[in-house]
């Protein structure tokens, strides 16, 4: 029995410890475009936090959420996204997340 890796690779040391990397990719409305996008990060052992996809006419839009990656990583599988045929643009992004914890620290009150 084999083994899956559901989170993602360790965050370096450089990166903020709670950051969710987000990919959007604008590709021609083919059936091969998703999977091999979605190959990208399976070949890794890692599952995205979201997944999204629409098509609009003849552009498919797919915007992926993950978390753990460290820069490097992200901009390595960007620039695979950008080699598959039928992607016409990667952008990439980062959000901070907040813990709920500091959520409640931070809106605390004192009495």
């Known amino acids: 029995m084999s083994s899956v890796l559901l989170g993602a690779a360790p965050v370096a040391a450089s990166d903020a410890p709670f950051v969710a990397v987000c990919f959007s990719v604008q590709a021609a409305a083919e059936p091969g475009v998703m999977p091999r996008v979605l190959e990208l990060f399976a070949k890794r052992g890692l599952v995205p936090q979201k997944w999204q996809s629409a098509v609009s006419g003849t552009v498919l839009t797919i915007d992926v959420q993950i978390g753990g990656l460290g820069r490097e990583t992200v901009n390595y599988i960007a620039r ?3 080699q598959i045929a039928g992607v016409d643009a990667v952008l990439t992004s980062e959000r901070r997340l907040i813990l709920l914890s500091q959520k409640v620290a931070r809106f ?3 009495g």
Do not use: P
């Open 108 to 110: 605390s009150v004192s």
């Open 80 to 82: 695979c996204m950008r």
